[in-house]
């Protein structure tokens, strides 16, 4: 299993980056996805699960109406588009996918966490 993260970056309150994640290693078309952060001094917290067909969506409450997340099954993508981001959005983002192959996430005991890959930082200041 692979998983590599790009697409952090610095930015104002307000703005938007896009983040992605290149899968390999693994059926990416038969796992629900998932992305996790970590913010400066605090645990893990998930963001947002994606089904494997992508038909399905889930948001934390922190980010809901605000991020968007996708994938290309084709390409083995997934993607975290954020809008309005605001400073406490600052953290490290994992992708990570299911423990099992068409298992359903709902929360982070579905979460193969230790294979998440090294993230991407965001950080979000003015």
């Known amino acids: 299993v692979q998983l590599v993260e790009s697409g952090g970056g610095l930015v104002q309150p307000g703005g938007s980056l896009k983040l992605s994640c290149a899968a390999s290693?693994?059926?990416?078309?038969?796992?629900?996805m998932a992305w996790v952060r970590q913010a400066p001094g605090k645990g893990l917290e998930w963001v947002s699960f994606i089904s494997s067909s992508g038909y399905t969506t889930t948001y934390g409450d922190a980010v809901k109406g605000r991020f968007t997340i996708s994938r290309d099954n084709a390409k083995n993508m997934l993607f975290l588009q954020m809008n309005d981001l605001r400073p406490e959005d600052t953290a490290v983002y994992y992708c990570a996918k299911a423990r099992e192959i068409n298992l359903v996430i709902q929360n982070m005991d579905q979460i193969d966490i230790g294979r998440r890959g090294q993230g991407t930082q965001v950080t979000v200041s003015a």
């Open positions: 290693g693994f059926a990416f078309d038969s796992y629900q």
